[in-house]
């Protein structure tokens, strides 16, 4: 009986299109979802008829949704084996789909974007974890460029999504940036069992999944940052006293989850692994600075006489050097030297905003824009380099859903600083005020990485 030829050993084997192409379709539908609406948004509250201050709770309902379900969704994949939480998630995006599209009101589009930010979070720690699993099997090292596929594809259809969802909703109704979910949702599920192999079931028993992902500490969690939030989206009308609750649940929510051997957040984890915790801090506080783009510029463009799909071409040049950096981050072997620049461009571009008023030509407003594009594509690309190597492999799955969480909370972070600088309507003067704060945040971010020692050096992957 002839014996079957050993197997091959060649990363390049485990790492093929068909394996990586799912997880990066994947990979877009949070970014998609969270840049469409951005042009949409003025159409969607004059249509159901509620005001610019109520209707950024469908920005803020999907980042707060995707912060609080990234970590369970990664402890999930480690669990349950993230091709089965992948699929899992893609369903969720296809319900979240079908109620936007039936929706009329508010709530049921809050609801709908809640649904999305919980389906979404499935993907990048399943894709992480799977990109580990392989190279273990195979003996590879950590896969740079197929990391930055996923870098690429998400990062090019955030910058890409404004100008999608402005003329979907010109030509189909702003009720399509909603229902595109159902057939994306269901091709990337047909992909994922097509091109990724079912591995064993890990756990079966729902006592120990629901011990795993400590309800209590969620619940804690979900409490501290919804009260802090409503108190900086509501602060004329609640007082100081959402404020108050919210600064004592933050020491009780760290304090039950360092008594939990399966916290919903692992603090001991961040305390022990100083050099995980700067890189979810760094991604927090530069991905504060990118939103602070993907939603301002477009609304001060919309102000000062730009169309909804205008204001989306202007992004088209950031999405180039966005998909251009990412490619190059994903060849690069170090992390360093990619942080300290893409912060540079960052801290540049918010001190040229200062300079940015009602008349400026087309040509300044592009090139300043063009130094967002380092943020979004090569400093991604760099903080998914740097959670592959400082995260251990048991943990993977949860610390890529921490590095998410904390890009959510950045996002959230410019949700409520837009909101507060721009109020109803977005002026030369608050675009001005927003690059002061943005500059800081920038300059912060790059003295931190300066100082800090505990960035890998050399060649990673």
């Not at 949704?65 to 969720?92: C, N």
């Not at 404020?243 to 929510?253: D, I, K, Q, R």
């Not at 927003?434 to 960035?455: E, K, N, Q, V, W």
Request: with cysteine; glycine share 10%; proline share 6%.
């Amino acid at each position: 009986m002839a014996r079957r030829p050993p197997r091959s050993h060649n990363p390049a084997d485990g790492f093929n299109f068909r394996f990586v192409g799912p997880l990066a379709l994947g990979a877009t539908l949070n970014p998609l979802n969270s840049t469409m609406i951005a042009t949409a948004l003025v159409l969607i509250a004059d249509d159901i008829g509620v005001p610019m201050t109520e209707i950024s709770w469908l920005i803020a309902g999907l980042y707060i949704a995707s912060a609080i379900a990234q970590p369970t969704m990664g402890k999930l994949a480690d669990l349950f084996g993230p091709r089965r939480i992948y699929l899992f998630s893609l369903v969720i995006v296809a319900l979240a789909g079908l109620v936007g599209q039936l929706a009329n009101g508010l709530f049921g589009l809050v609801a709908s974007r809640v649904l999305l930010g919980i389906g979404t979070s499935g993907a990048y720690p399943s894709a992480m974890r799977l990109f580990r699993e392989r190279a273990d099997l195979i003996g590879a090292p950590p896969p740079r460029k197929a990391m930055g596929m996923l870098s690429l594809a998400a990062l090019s259809t955030a910058a890409f999504g404004p100008l999608l969802g402005g003329i979907m909703t010109h030509w189909l109704g702003w009720h399509a940036i909603f229902s595109i979910n159902i057939p994306l949702a269901l091709i990337t599920l047909l992909l994922v069992r097509a091109g990724i192999p079912p591995a064993p079931r890990r756990v079966t028993h729902w006592r120990r999944v629901l011990l795993e992902i400590d309800p209590v500490g969620m619940l804690l969690f979900t409490a501290a940052l919804m009260t802090l939030l409503l108190w900086l989206f509501e602060a004329d009308r609640l007082g100081y006293g959402v404020l108050v609750a919210s600064a004592l649940l933050w020491p009780v929510f760290v304090i039950h989850s360092l008594r939990q051997a399966t916290p919903f957040i692992n603090m001991r984890m961040l305390i022990d692994n100083v050099p995980l915790s700067l890189t979810y801090l760094r991604a927090s506080a530069l991905m504060m600075v990118v939103y602070c783009i993907v939603y301002g510029y477009t609304q001060w463009l919309q102000s000062v006489g730009y169309s909804s799909a205008e204001a989306g071409l202007f992004m088209l040049p950031i999405a180039t050097v966005s998909a251009a950096s990412s490619l190059v981050g994903a060849r690069t072997k170090g992390i360093r030297g990619p942080f300290l620049f893409s912060i540079a461009c960052a801290l540049v571009g918010s001190a040229l905003l200062l300079m940015l008023h009602t008349g400026s030509p087309v040509w300044t407003i592009v090139a300043v824009g063009l130094l967002f594009g380092p943020p979004q594509g090569m400093f991604m690309t760099a903080t998914q380099a740097a959670v592959y190597v400082q995260a251990s492999a048991n943990d993977i799955g949860a610390a890529a859903g921490l590095q998410r969480s904390a890009q959510y909370i950045g996002a959230i972070g410019a949700a409520t600083a837009l909101a507060n600088i721009f109020g109803q309507r977005a002026s030369d003067t608050g675009l001005h005020h927003l690059g002061m704060m943005m500059g800081l945040l920038c300059a912060a971010a790059l003295l931190l990485t300066i100082l800090d020692r505990t960035i890998p050096r050399g060649a990673v992957g």
